[in-house]
């Protein structure tokens, strides 16, 4: 089962090799790696050029962001399932074989999503980031996410959907399982940690006050596409309380590592 990865790089070189590594190096035999670089000035595309005959497809060219970026490179892809990957976050071994793994035995399967750690920018481990079952209704109310790195799915719902909205800058991965759920996609969460993601001061998830606010706008425009659809949320509680009670094992051990990270940080 032949999959495709995308990874889209923009001036992070000091990251960039151990993502390329971590896809390589999953020895995954039938494997199209596709990268994506508008057009970094800081070793990046050295770095790429060093793996450029591993790669099924270099992009070298400007886009209009990483919604852009990532259309283009899916645009080459011919895989039977997709994946990507920031040039900063990592799979962990083994995650490719698993995936095809699940596909292959639940045909049905159209989003596989798992579980991920989260990293500094030496590679610690942080905490635990866990995706939820997914819906629309908790989406909407802020009581559910997929992590992106360890989220994988079918072409055919991607070529349905048109892909990602090149205008959403901030959370365009949500954007898009949210026009999966529309088009009636069928989830699968998995209790398996498949990447690392990586927080730090200057990752778009770490860099403070003003993506919070911009992530509140763009929230509430998916928000609307979500209603302007017909589906309509119960209240936050309930919507919390659902998606917790479809997978409690992840939800005790998210309590407990929440717990213990706090101890961590006294």
Same mark, same amino acid.
């Given at each position: 089962?032949?999959?495709?990865?995308?990874?889209?790089?923009?001036?992070?070189?000091?990251?960039?090799?151990?993502?390329?590594?971590?896809?390589?190096?999953?020895?995954?035999?039938?494997?199209?790696?596709?990268?994506?670089?508008?057009?970094?000035?800081?070793?990046?595309?050295?770095?790429?050029?060093?793996?450029?005959?591993?790669?099924?497809?270099?992009?070298?060219?400007?886009?209009?962001?990483?919604?852009?970026?990532?259309?283009?490179?899916?645009?080459?892809?011919?895989?039977?399932?997709?994946?990507?990957?920031?040039?900063? /976050?990592?799979?962990?071994? $083994? !995650?490719?074989?698993? *995936?095809? @793994?699940?596909?292959?035995?639940?045909?049905?399967?159209? #989003?596989?999503?798992?579980?991920?750690?989260?990293?500094?920018?030496?590679?610690?481990?942080?905490?635990?980031?866990?995706?939820?079952?997914?819906?629309?209704?908790?989406?909407?109310?802020?009581?559910?996410?997929?992590?992106?790195?360890?989220?994988?799915?079918?072409?055919?719902?991607?070529?349905?959907?048109?892909?990602?909205?090149?205008?959403?800058?901030?959370?365009?991965?949500?954007?898009?399982?949210?026009?999966?759920?529309?088009?009636?996609?069928?989830?699968?969460?998995?209790?398996?940690?498949?990447?690392?993601?990586?927080?730090? /001061?200057?990752?778009?998830? $770490? !860099?403070?006050?003003? *993506?919070? @606010?911009?992530?509140?706008?763009?929230?509430?425009?998916? #928000?609307?596409?979500?209603?302007?659809?017909?589906?309509?949320?119960?209240?936050?509680?309930?919507?919390?309380?659902?998606?917790?009670?479809?997978?409690?094992?992840?939800?005790?051990?998210?309590?407990?590592?929440?717990?213990?990270?706090?101890?961590?940080?006294?």
């Amino acid at each position: 089962m032949k999959i495709s990865i995308v990874t889209i790089s923009f001036n992070q070189a000091e990251y960039l090799e151990r993502s390329i590594r971590s896809v390589l190096d999953q020895n995954y035999p039938d494997l199209e790696y596709i990268i994506v670089d508008p057009g970094s000035s800081d070793g990046s595309r050295e770095i790429i050029e060093k793996y450029r005959d591993r790669f099924a497809k270099v992009i070298f060219e400007p886009d209009q962001g990483p919604a852009d970026g990532l259309n283009k490179g899916f645009s080459h892809a011919t895989g039977e399932i997709y994946g990507y990957l920031n040039s900063d /976050d990592t799979l962990l071994p $083994g !995650s490719l074989s698993f *995936v095809a @793994e699940q596909f292959n035995n639940v045909a049905e399967i159209d #989003v596989l999503s798992g579980h991920a750690y989260i990293v500094d920018k030496f590679d610690n481990v942080v905490q635990k980031v866990f995706s939820h079952p997914f819906s629309l209704g908790a989406y909407a109310v802020g009581s559910c996410v997929l992590v992106q790195q360890s989220t994988f799915f079918r072409p055919g719902l991607f070529k349905k959907t048109g892909g990602f909205n090149k205008e959403n800058r901030i959370s365009w991965d949500g954007e898009l399982m949210v026009d999966f759920a529309i088009n009636g996609a069928k989830f699968k969460l998995v209790r398996k940690f498949l990447s690392c993601f990586r927080i730090y /001061d200057e990752s778009i998830t $770490g !860099s403070g006050q003003q *993506v919070s @606010e911009k992530y509140k706008i763009q929230h509430q425009k998916i #928000v609307k596409k979500i209603l302007d659809a017909g589906f309509r949320p119960r209240s936050k509680y309930w919507e919390w309380l659902i998606t917790r009670a479809k997978d409690p094992l992840s939800t005790v051990e998210r309590i407990i590592d929440g717990f213990l990270h706090r101890k961590r940080l006294v």
